[in-house]
T-cell receptor, first 111, second 126 residues
């Protein structure tokens, strides 16, 4: 079945550091890929998405490129801020089935 | 954009009582809603798929008699935790997928619509 593997955290970075959170997936066919963010005490919010190979999703300075050859969708940001501290979930979706989530990566950014 | 409202956001109850959590899609119709449970170490577990007008589909290991799901309309699904015990304490999150009504949420080539999540409900059972 479909699955998502993302790097385990927690990840602690200083403000303005470069962020990479790795995500790889296993799926048949051509899934859509998502990154969701969960701020402390809140639900999940869609951060960005990509629906086909080589698509790049971007939002709020975050980017992720759908790489079919490496089955990856790594999340990157060039300069993180304290306000980016949150848990980040990589997810995969196909058709009308429920999303499959990775286990989440907690990011802490310190000033 | 699409908004999902979840209520209550926090609830504390005594062991043995039942608690109802509501999930509403505010500006779109959702024939399908999903209920997730988030455990302390972050991971999200899909509990069930709630289908409007029919019985919910439960994931393996989830007790359907304990976690009652009712999806009575295109904008409302409820999760009732019956006879709650301390081990049921958790963060419950619902999500909904636009059925293609008034909302402008785009549909993707793969057919996988974006899920919109509620803010979650933290249940504490004493």
């Amino acid at each position: 079945g479909n699955s998502v593997t993302q790097m385990e955290g927690p990840v602690t970075l200083s403000e303005e550091a470069f962020l990479t959170i790795n995500c790889t997936y296993t799926a048949t066919g051509y899934p859509s890929l998502f990154w969701y963010v969960q701020y402390p005490g809140e639900g999940l919010q869609l951060l960005l998405k990509a629906t086909k190979a080589d698509d790049k999703g971007s939002n709020k300075g975050f980017e992720a490129t759908y790489r079919k050859e490496t089955t990856s969708f790594h999340l990157e940001k060039g300069s993180v801020q304290v306000s980016d501290s949150a848990v980040y979930f990589c997810a995969l979706g196909q058709g009308n089935t429920p999303l499959v989530f990775g286990k989440g990566t907690r990011l802490s950014v310190i000033a | 954009g699409a908004v999902v409202s979840q209520h209550p956001s926090r609830v504390i109850c005594k062991s043995g009582t039942s608690v109802k959590i509501e999930c509403r899609s505010l500006d779109f119709q959702a024939t399908t809603m999903f209920w997730y449970r988030q455990f302390p170490k972050q991971s999200l577990m899909l509990m069930a798929t709630s289908n409007e007008g029919s019985k919910a589909t439960y994931e393996q290991g989830v007790e359907k008699d304990k976690f009652l799901i009712n999806h009575a309309s295109l904008t409302l699904s409820t999760l009732t935790v019956t006879s709650a015990h301390p081990e049921d304490s958790s963060f419950y999150i619902c999500s909904a997928r636009d059925a293609g009504g008034l909302d402008s949420t785009p549909r993707f080539s793969s057919g996988a619509n974006v899920l919109t999540f509620g803010a979650g409900s933290r249940l504490t059972v004493l």
